[in-house]
């Protein structure tokens, strides 16, 4: 056949097959079907229906303590004693410090000028401002606000909603000041005469009524824009001496459980508060050897609760003042405090003077250096003490990129004195 009559025939094939199938040769024909699978029948029957389009990739999580050095994201935790306003822009401005702690010496220098305010606004990031003001003898603003009874005298005399009115008035006057977390109230739960170390500053020896009067006190900071802090984990009631002057114990964890501890069991899940740990120490606890605030199993109990009745409590920690009280300074010198504490769970060292920053620093740098203490750790403590600090960040995560698989608080704590080449730990002080 030849080459013409060869193509004449397979166009005539062509033209029969358009003509059988229903198409013309001026009709498109799709050349993608659309699969059973994609009609509303299809999916009727069982099909599952196409994908939704992938959503955009969520933009990168930023906050402004990422662009610190690590020196100053360790100073961002510390919360320090200021002796005047001078003394406490010195600190902000040298060590970049995030917090300053108001004794009685400077509540008349912040409530007559705007020294605090000009700090607050030449500082790079809010700081945290914070005072002891629990009423009765633990009052700092008493000659400027007038009195406010003893915790003792509020529970025996005032109604709980009387109560929360009156912290109410007084964290409106402490925010004017431009403070933002108060040290209180004390939720030790204490028979001891008035003038003891916890004495009138407890509510009451019966522990449901600590509650009561503790949790209308922090919300009546809270109605003013302060942030509380409960003390002292896990409980200074029953104190065998005042931990300023001496090392001092108090009953076994076993008995601490349903009495001492039971207010911080039902005040942790308080949002917005913080919690301080204080330096007794408690047999079945922290041993003899340190006290609850240098103790990494007393913050594994606040953090993971079940220990004590109590829920998981992730809010910020701080330390009672490590540079001014025997029961920490007779065995751990200032630095060495400050890392330790660190190390076994605090988010903020507190001590009442601006002196030992630098040194501070330097110890918290070597056991970061050493492995005592993790990136991941301050990470976490960063984070928290950013949220109190209403500084931005990831929501629901670390603040400064804290990495995947960090380490549990619950996981064994390295021996300082091995990891973090600092001396040897000495024996129970005498």
Not at 291 to 303: G, H, I, N, V, W
Not at 364 to 391: C, K, P
């Amino acid at each position: 056949m030849s080459l013409t009559r060869r193509l004449r025939v397979m166009a005539a094939v062509l033209i029969t097959g358009l003509a059988m199938s229903g198409c013309s040769d001026d009709e498109p024909v799709d050349p993608a079907p659309v699969s059973a699978a994609a009609t509303p029948a299809a999916t009727a029957a069982g099909a599952a229906p196409p994908a939704p389009p992938a959503p955009p990739p969520a933009p990168p999580c930023e906050s402004p303590l990422d662009s610190l050095s690590q020196r100053e994201r360790i100073a961002q935790l510390f919360t320090v004693g200021v002796s005047s306003m001078a003394d406490a822009r010195q600190a902000v401005e040298q060590h970049k410090i995030g917090g300053i702690f108001l004794g009685g010496g400077v509540v008349g220098e912040v409530v007559s000028g705007d020294a605090l305010a000009r700090l607050q606004q030449d500082s790079p990031l809010p700081l945290l401002v914070a005072i002891d003001e629990e009423g009765g003898r633990v009052s700092r603003i008493a000659p400027y606000a007038g009195p406010l009874p003893s915790a003792r005298v509020m529970a025996a005399t005032m109604s709980p909603e009387q109560v929360r009115s009156a912290a109410r008035a007084r964290g409106e006057f402490l925010r004017g000041m431009g403070v933002t977390v108060d040290f209180a109230p004390s939720v030790d739960v204490s028979a001891q005469p008035d003038g003891a170390v916890i004495g009138d500053r407890s509510f009451s020896p019966d522990p449901a009524r600590v509650v009561r009067y503790a949790r209308a006190f922090a919300t009546g900071l809270q109605d003013a824009g302060v942030a509380p802090v409960f003390k002292h984990f896990p409980g200074h009631g029953r104190s065998s001496g005042d931990s300023h002057h001496q090392s001092v114990t108090v009953p076994p964890l076993d008995q601490l459980v349903p009495h001492d501890l039971h207010p911080f069991a039902e005040l942790a899940g308080t949002p917005g508060a913080g919690m301080m740990l204080g330096h007794q120490q408690v047999p079945g606890l922290t041993g003899v050897d340190r006290p609850a605030s240098l103790s990494p199993a007393a913050y594994r109990l606040l953090r993971e609760g079940h220990g004590y009745g109590a829920q998981q409590f992730d809010g910020p920690i701080f330390t009672d003042d490590l540079s001014g009280m025997r029961a920490v300074t007779d065995a751990f010198p200032l630095p060495r405090a400050v890392a330790e504490s660190l190390i076994a769970g605090a988010d903020s060292p507190l001590w009442i003077t601006t002196a030992g920053i630098g040194e501070a620093l330097d110890a918290v740098e070597q056991a970061l250096a050493n492995g005592a203490l993790s990136r991941q750790a301050l990470d976490r403590s960063l984070m928290r003490m950013a949220a109190l600090r209403g500084i931005p960040g990831c929501v629901g995560g670390p603040a400064t990129g804290q990495v995947e698989g960090a380490a549990a608080l619950s996981a064994p704590i390295p021996d300082l004195p091995a990891r973090a080449g600092l001396p040897a730990l000495p024996g129970p002080p005498g």
